[in-house]
C-alpha cells in the first residue's frame, strides 16, 4: 500500500465527527494559502468546506482571479485542468481523488476529433467554415484542438453567447462532446432542426452523406451525461398530473423532450437562482444531480421541491471525493507532498488558455 492509500484506510476507520473537527483545524491553519472550490454537486459533507461553490462558469472565473498558491477542486477532473490552465505557474490546483472523472468528457478524445475534422475536410473545408466548440466537459486536449482551430469553449450558462459568437466567425459550428446541450441552446435561439446533424465517431462520414454536412449548420457529437439522460420527459407529465401548479426546471444536459416539456432550462447556478426567486408556496420538480436537488429542498423548506426521476440521478465520480479525501489533500498541502496536483501537459496549455479566455471574454 502507498503511503497516501495508508492514510485513507486510516481515515475512512476515523470517526466522521472527529474527522470533519481535523479537517476545519488543517484547512484554518492553512488560511488564505488555500482555496477551496467546490461544484454544486458535490456531497453535502464536502461542499460545506467550499470558499467558493459555483457552476462550471463561475468556479472558473474565480480559478481565473485568485492568487491562492494551493487551489483544491472538489469536482472532477476537467474542472481541475481548467483551473491548471487558467491559473499562474506558481499556482498548483489539486484533485481530492484522482479517479473522479467524468463520463460524458471521455465520450470524445482528441483522437477522435482530429479523425472527424479529416474527414470534413474531405467534404468541406473546416479551418474555413467550421467553428469547434467544446464543452467545458472535456479534456484540455480538446480545449487545445479548438484554441488552435479558431473554437472555443463554452459552459450550460453561457452555450448560447457561444453559439452566437461561433456563427458570427464561420457558418458551422462542430459541438462536443455533448449533443444534447448544443441541440437544445441551438432550438431555444430558433435554429430549425433540419440544420442540425448528429456525428458518431463510430462511423464514417460521422453516419451522414456529404450532402448532409454541406447542408449542415451544426453538427452535434453523439454524447450526452449518464445521469442526465435518466430523466425523461414522461416524469414530468406525472409530476404535473400529481401537483397542480408545479414548474419542472432542468439542465441543458437533459434530452431534447425533457427540455421541451420544462418550465425553466439552466445551469445548476440558474436554476439555483431560479428557486431561490421563487415565492414561498412554488412547487418544483428538478431534474439535475440529486445532491443539488437534495441541498435545494433543504435550503427551501417553504419550497416543496421533488426529484424530477423516480430513479437515483447521482454523478458517481462527483462522489468520489469524500471527507477522507479531502483531508487527506490538506494534509498533503501541508506536508509539501503534491501527488494529487493536476499539471496539463504544456503542449496544451498555451490553446487551450487561449479557447477558454475566449469564453471568458464573452462574459
Ligand atoms: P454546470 O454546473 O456548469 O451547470 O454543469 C453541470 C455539470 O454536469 C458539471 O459536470
Ligand atoms: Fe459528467 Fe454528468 Fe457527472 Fe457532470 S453530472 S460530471 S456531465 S457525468
Redesign the pocket.
Known sequence: MTTTQTLLSDLYDTPEEQLIEQTHQLRDELGDSVLILG???QREEVFAFADVS??????SQQAADTDAPHIIFC??H??AETADILTANHQAVYLPDLAAG?S?ADMADAVQVKQCWKELSTVINPDLCVTPVTY??STAALKSFCGEHGGIVC???NAGKVLAWSWSKREKILFFPDQHLGENTALAMGVDESAMIIWDPEKPLGGNTAQAIEQARLILWKGF?S??QLFKAEHAQTMRHNHAGIKILA???CSREVCETADFV??????IQYVEAADAGSKFAIA??LNLVNRLRIRNPEKPIWFLSPMVCM?ST?FRTDPQHLYATLLAIQQGNRSNQIIVPQEHKHWAKLSLERMLNLV
Open positions: 461544484h454544486h454537486y459555483g457552476d462550471s462558469l463561475k468556479l469536482g472532477v476537467f474542472m467524468c460524458m467545458i466537459n459552459t450550460s450558462s451525461c445521469v442526465h439542465h441543458p444536459e439552466g445551469s445548476t447556478e440558474a436554476i439535475t444531480e454523478c462527483m
